[in-house]
């Protein structure tokens, strides 16, 4: 079985440019998450969606960062415009159904923000 | 509010000799807890989870982790270190909310370094 798939890997920007992450979650699974990893810190949760309804964005600047997971599969998630302290590893989780307590982590997208 | 506490922010085994990570949880629920490894510019693996069924969990790679509600804590140890081990080791809480969903709830991370 696929796991989580995120792409880029890593990525370079100067403050003031967009970036944007994308992930497709493992085959099947319902709940799509994406986390920010700040150096030292554990991850913070971004927005959950289920399908492609968002069910928890509390935690998601909205006046910079926007998600969308159209199809109810993949998912992108984009910073415009990015600042210095937007530098971390964003990762991308998966579980089954809303109910499901068990997340599956993709390989993350480092961002680096000169 | 659910919570966890990883005790240690750096643990140094040498290799052959046992690990021992240290979480400690607040939560008012019976709740279900994850150990989670991150190695360098990877994403995060699931070692183990209790999920209120046996209190001695066995995950992958040798380890496992006790459940004991006395104590509110769920430490992660393995016999025998290696140096693959080597990596970030992430405790986390899983937090029901009214909405029928779970809210991962993250400790700060323990970093393992294994001796030669």
């Known amino acids: 079985e696929a796991g989580v798939a995120q792409s880029p890997r890593y990525k370079i920007i100067e403050k003031r440019q967009s970036v944007a992450f994308w992930c497709n979650p493992i085959?099947?699974?319902?709940?799509l998450y994406w986390y920010q990893q700040i150096l030292g810190q554990g991850p913070k949760l971004l927005i959950q969606?289920?399908?492609?309804?968002?069910?928890?964005d509390s935690q998601l600047p909205k006046d910079r960062f926007s998600a969308e997971r159209l199809k109810g599969v993949d998912s992108t998630l984009k910073i415009q415009p990015a600042k210095l302290e937007d530098s971390a590893v964003y990762l991308c989780a998966s579980s089954l159904r809303l109910a499901e307590e068990t997340q599956y982590f993709g390989p993350g997208t480092r961002l680096l923000v000169l | 509010a659910q919570s966890v506490t990883q005790l240690d922010s750096h643990v140094s085994v040498s290799e052959g000799t046992p690990v021992l990570l240290r979480c400690n949880y607040s939560s008012s629920y019976s709740p279900s807890l994850f150990w989670y490894v991150q190695h360098p510019n990877k994403g995060l693996q699931l070692l183990l989870k209790y999920t209120s069924a046996a209190t001695l969990v066995k995950g992958i790679n040798g380890f496992e982790a006790e459940f004991k509600k006395s104590e509110t804590s769920f430490h992660l140890t393995k016999p025998s270190a290696h140096m693959s081990d080597a990596a970030e080791y992430f405790c986390?809480?899983?937090?029901?909310?009214?909405?029928?969903?779970?809210?991962?709830?993250f400790g700060t991370g323990t970093r393992l370094k294994v001796l030669a």
């Open positions: 986390v809480v899983s937090d029901p909310r009214t909405s029928g969903t779970y809210k991962y709830i």
């Open positions: 085959s099947g699974h319902a709940t």
């Open positions: 969606f289920q399908n492609n309804g968002v069910v928890d």
